[in-house]
């Protein structure tokens, strides 16, 4: 990051202490339920040491349990028991080592983002249009022949240099000055230190070459080199914020979601009010083209509403009186009237936000590794530096100083500690846009490994309830007269089987029948003074157990027979088809009866099924593929999966009835489709690709060009270029994966 931000003001943090304001920044933690979670913004940070550097800051602070902060998104996640601290205490720590921290959901917060690039571009502006007019005064002396310029003219150009270099070190170096600065108060070391060090000495070379010709440093000026340098990394640093909010640019999104106010009825009319003044309850009306600020029911009106970052539907999808709407969602052809049922942090919307914004700011194993490598690799820099000077004294201190220069800014470990998070994060924005929730950013180098599948069936393969496939009927009734018969003594029941008898009777238009006294017998079926519908035996008729049915009967016996079908996922046999294509062994464990499992299993081409299985023996299960050498991925619904989920190397959760908040799973699919899991291990075997890509180039980058800087074959404007282009191809790479 190129701009540091001032602190705010001690009586903002004073407002942040009081637990009313907790909700906007925290919630509490599903690790540890005596604890709150917050997630913050990190500004003034932009290398791994710069992360370590804030989460040792934090993990100081008194009743802080963990402190996670990623350097690639910025983003801190903080566990912190509210009765030994307060946030204060804690944004007052990363104050005090030279940082700044901000709620990440703070309502300034893209606005402080606009400032900082734009003050990023000024200072890179600055530095190019110097670099360009320091380089026309250079060329004269590349270009003349002996006696083609005098002394006289040659100082002149060389002091025109030096005015044109005051701009670029005092306005585009600042923030690495002060940062270096920074750093040297607080006794560690960033990126920005070596940085500074190359640009402070190779403006004293110059500056001593250009006022003692004579003098020890003798008379080379390197102002060109230094604003070419300058230039560089500046682009780089640019270029890589850039790419950096891209990456991020799915939880960007969701966050500037929500409206600033919205129509509110108040008796007689509907008036504008900040979307903070809601209440539930409360009857609003949202206009076309407005977000929808809280979850709410319709009141009134038709229209079509963009839920794709919330469930992964890139169609938009129709709603009308008494259809549910997501806070966060669009609505895109007309006006409606909503009943306010969740606000805040209740809504769907606010548990996905905090899901991805908790992916964010975490570290998966590699990442950990090469921050670990980050600290000790820069004093290696420093140490190096120092040797290359000493060896290269004797020819020149001028040009011992260059290399000393060339040395402490080609060797960079950003591309090293960006190579893993900068993947991750993307393919992480991709997978959200999809419809899948990375909980936990280790999950995807994970899912790559991953060689088997384990399904749960219900509310999984299956959606949550059946489908009526078959009516046979008594002769002297119809078809459609049997099932309205059903549906009207199914009606007053909420069982599965119920429940589709209903749906099949209104799907057909059929008309309600008049039946009275209905009594529901408790795991047998319903009756009337005239009918009976339920099970075979309750029916009195007999049963077959290779097939799923209900059965309606009146005085004279046997009237009908709907065959049911567990209502398979649409889209289950061509995940299936993919996963086994992808060379994945799929298995199917279920609470339902073996019948019922093998039979799902041959709908959607799964080979190996079993049925009967409690939690315990789901888990027992997944535990011998492991001792096997299995790697393996759960896919559950989140309602009685929650051990195997948590047992599983990578897990995934359906059902949008379980708060998301809540899951064991590692990724949560906010949609329907099932599809989403080959997709899903798709992009973590690509991420992995990409991830080694990354690490396999900046160990080459360091192999070949460090050699190059000791051996003082590396002039310092070069050394700038490789730097900052070793960052910007990572990132890059990175980038790839945000397209999907």
């Known amino acids: 990051m190129l701009a540091t931000l001032a602190p705010s003001p001690q009586p903002i943090r004073d407002w942040l202490d009081e637990p009313g304001e907790w909700a906007a920044f925290s919630q509490p933690s599903s690790d540890w339920p005596a604890y709150q979670e917050s997630q913050l913004l990190i500004d003034g940070m932009h290398c791994a040491a710069c992360a370590l550097s804030v989460e040792q800051a934090l993990r100081a602070v008194p009743g802080v349990r963990l402190a996670e902060v990623g350097a690639a998104s910025r983003r801190a996640r903080v566990v912190w028991s509210a009765t030994q601290t307060r946030p204060s205490q804690w944004l007052a720590a990363v104050a005090q080592a030279g940082y700044y921290a901000i709620p990440a959901l703070d309502a300034g917060e893209r606005q402080r983002r606009q400032v900082e690039q734009r003050r990023a571009l000024w200072r890179w502006l600055v530095a190019g249009l110097c670099m360009m007019q320091v380089m026309m005064y250079a060329m004269p002396a590349y270009v003349a022949g002996p006696g ?32 270096a600065w920074r750093d040297v108060l607080q006794r560690r070391i960033s990126m920005d230190l070596p940085a500074a060090l190359g640009m402070a000495v190779t403006f004293a070379v110059s500056s001593a070459g250009t006022f003692d010709p004579d003098g020890l440093l003798g008379h080379e000026v390197y102002f060109d080199s230094l604003t070419m340098f300058v230039f560089f990394l500046l682009t780089g640093r640019w270029l890589e914020l850039r790419l950096r909010d891209r990456t991020a640019g799915a939880l960007e999104a969701l966050i500037g979601r929500l409206p600033d106010s919205v129509e509110r009825w108040d008796g007689t009319a509907f008036v504008r009010v900040a979307v903070r003044r809601l209440h539930t309850g409360d009857h609003i009306r949202v206009l076309p083209g407005e977000a929808f600020p809280a979850d709410g029911t319709v009141l009134q009106g038709r229209t079509q509403v963009d839920e794709a970052l919330l469930t992964g539907e890139s169609r938009p999808l129709g709603r009308a009186v008494g259809d549910a709407v997501l806070a966060g969602s669009y609505n895109l052809s007309a006006p409606v009237e909503l009943h306010v049922d969740q606000l805040g942090a209740s809504t769907r919307f606010a548990q996905i936000v905090a899901l991805m914004a908790q992916a964010a700011s975490q570290k998966p ?40 220069v060339a040395v402490l800014v080609v060797t960079c470990p950003c591309a090293l500690s960006l190579a893993t998070p900068a993947a991750l994060l993307a393919a992480a924005g991709s997978m959200a846009r999809s419809g899948v929730l990375v909980r936990r950013l280790q999950a995807l180098e994970n899912l790559a490994q991953v060689d088997t599948v384990v399904f749960d069936k219900t509310g999984t393969l299956t959606r949550d309830g059946m489908a009526v496939v078959t009516t046979h009927h008594r002769a002297d009734v119809s078809a459609q007269r049997a099932l309205a018969l059903a549906a009207a003594l199914a009606s007053q029941s909420l069982h599965p089987v119920s429940r589709a008898v209903v749906a099949a009777a209104q799907a057909l238009g059929l008309p309600a029948e008049p039946v009275q006294d209905v009594e529901e017998v408790v795991g047998q079926g319903l009756r009337s003074a005239h009918y009976r519908f339920g099970a075979a035996l309750f029916c009195g008729v007999p049963a077959d157990p290779a097939q799923q049915q209900v059965h309606l ?142 690490l396999l180039w900046a160990a080459a980058y360091n192999a070949v060009c460090v050699p190059l800087a000791l051996a003082g074959w590396l002039p310092a404007w070069a050394a700038g270029l490789g730097m900052a282009l070793s960052s910007l191809l990572v990132v890059l790479n990175a980038a790839r994966l945000s397209r999907g």
Do not use: Y
């Open 148 to 179: 083609e310029m005098t002394a006289d003219m040659a100082q002149l150009l060389r002091w025109a240099s030096w005015v044109l270099t005051l701009p670029v070190l005092v306005f585009s170096c600042g923030p690495f000055f002060a940062n």
């Open 365 to 404: 194993r590699l990442a950990q590794l090469a921050d670990r490598v980050a600290r000790p690799f820069l004093w290696g820099v420093l140490l190096a530096a120092a040797l290359a000077g000493l060896l290269w004294w004797p020819s020149g201190p001028g040009h011992a100083l260059m290399v000393v």
């Open 553 to 694: 009967s009146d005085a004279q016996g046997w009237l009908a027979t709907f065959d049911l079908s567990e209502d398979v996922r649409p889209d289950a046999v061509l995940a299936i088809q993919a996963l086994r294509a992808a060379g994945i062994r799929v298995e199917l464990l279920s609470g339902d009866n073996a019948a019922a499992a093998l039979r799902v299993a041959g709908q959607v081409g799964i080979a190996l099924a079993r049925g009967g299985c409690s939690p315990q023996d789901k888990l027992q299960h997944l535990q011998a593929l492991q001792a096997q050498g299995h790697c393996v991925a759960m896919v559950g619904d989140g309602l009685n999966d929650g051990p195997v989920l948590a047992g599983a190397h990578v897990s995934f959760a359906f059902g949008q009835a379980v708060p998301l908040a809540q899951r064991q799973a590692d990724l949560v699919v906010t949609g329907d489709a099932l599809n989403v899991v080959p997709q899903a291990l798709w992009m973590a075997r690509r991420t992995l690709r990409v991830v080694r890509q990354n």
